[in-house]
């Protein structure tokens, strides 16, 4: 059964840094796309990145691509999302989540082909 760990969450002044990590078991991590979203209360669930199986392809949100970097290591079986400069509206609850099936790295920011998915982490950051 494939489980999904987020963590890393925290909380965090304006202007701060967090790394979220998401350790993977029960799949075969290297042969899933990747993703992260995020849903803030009374929004919908926000693409924030995204990372082919090899590692090779990592792109993220326009929103947050200067400040946010997505990486894998499939040794460990972890996705990662490292975010520096972080602002309020950065405030929400992290997803990772799991695919196997997608044409090209372009379609991982689409909530649908996920398969698996965590139960999410919070991050909050203060003004």
């Known amino acids: 059964q494939a489980q999904l760990v987020e963590s890393g969450g925290g909380l965090v002044q304006a202007g701060g840094s967090l790394r979220l990590s998401c350790l993977v078991s029960g799949l075969t991590f290297s042969n899933y796309g990747m993703g992260w979203f995020r849903q803030a209360p009374g929004k919908e669930q926000e693409f924030v990145g995204a990372?082919?199986?090899?590692?090779?392809?990592?792109y993220c949100a326009d929103s947050v691509k200067d400040r946010f970097t997505v990486s894998r290591d499939n040794a460990k079986n972890s996705l990662y999302l490292q975010m520096h400069s972080l602002k309020p509206e950065d405030t929400a609850v992290y997803y990772c989540?799991?695919?196997?099936?997608?044409?090209?790295?372009?379609?991982?920011?689409?909530?649908?082909?996920?398969?698996?998915w965590g139960q999410g982490t919070q991050v909050t950051v203060s003004s």
């Open positions: 989540a799991a695919t196997a099936n997608y044409p090209n790295t372009y379609f991982l920011k689409r909530a649908n082909l996920y398969y698996y």
């Open positions: 990372i082919s199986r090899d590692g090779g392809d990592a």
